[in-house]
């Protein structure tokens, strides 16, 4: 199984820069997502990490650091519509069966 | 990205009922389904994992014979919830993976049991 840890909340102002950390354990990593949640909204999806380094994709990036079980989503420009919960999930392969495991997501409030 | 559909998105009954929820793959083949079930200000939890034509595998402490989840074909699973109880209430997410690709969620249901 995996244990993920990542804050339970952050504030930030609204044009500046936010980076959510995320570490985990696992003894079958494959792959981490990071994922947005606004409130009473399913999940979408922002970024995919397998391989070591950094992905970005508009004004979000998103960093992975295998060995040291750690990975971080970065938030430029920060926008008022960016108030959400950010949601950090590993892909395990225990078992053969590619479970993705969500962390308790991290809350992130932007104000003007 | 692919695209999830879910229905009801919102849903009230009275307790003793059963509610049936749908998770639908619109644009591709999903292998496999997973369930989830979020309280408020908490993460997703697994609830069980279906795979097309056999049986669904649940987590540990999920009963199997009041969340019955049924995944008949490729592009449709289902998730019963028999003789539901208030604290059945809760916001339930299917999401569906084609092959490798990273799982796509529906817009879940919000379930409240009166």
């Known amino acids: 199984g995996q244990n993920i840890d990542q804050p339970t909340e952050m504030t930030a102002t609204e044009g500046a820069i936010v980076q959510i950390n995320c570490t985990y354990q696992t003894s079958g990593f494959n792959g981490l997502f990071w994922y947005q949640q606004h409130a009473g909204e399913a999940p979408t999806f922002l970024s995919y990490?397998?391989?070591?380094g950094l992905e970005e994709k508009g004004r979000f990036s998103s960093f992975l650091s295998r060995s040291k079980g750690y990975s971080y989503l970065l938030l430029k420009e920060l926008q008022m519509k960016d108030s959400a919960s950010y949601l950090c999930a590993v892909r395990d392969t225990t078992g053969g069966s590619y479970i993705p495991t969500f962390g308790r997501g991290t809350s992130l409030i932007v104000h003007p | 990205g692919a695209v999830v559909s879910q229905h009801p998105s919102r849903v009230i009954c009275k307790s003793g009922t059963s509610v049936k929820i749908e998770c639908r793959s619109l644009?591709?083949?999903?292998?496999?389904m997973f369930w989830y079930r979020q309280f408020p200000k908490q993460s997703l939890m697994l609830m069980a994992t279906?795979?097309?034509?056999?049986?669904?595998?649940?987590e540990q402490g999920v009963e199997k014979d009041k969340f019955l989840i049924n995944h008949a074909s490729l592009t449709l699973s289902t998730l019963t919830v028999t003789s539901a109880h208030p604290e059945d209430s809760s916001f339930y997410i299917c999401?569906?993976?084609?092959?490798?690709?990273?799982?796509?969620f529906g817009q879940g249901t919000r379930l409240t049991v009166v």
């Open positions: 990490n397998v391989l070591d």
């Open positions: 279906s795979n097309e034509g056999s049986k669904a595998t649940y």
């Open positions: 644009d591709f083949q999903a292998t496999t």
């Open positions: 999401s569906a993976r084609d092959g490798w690709t990273e799982a796509f």
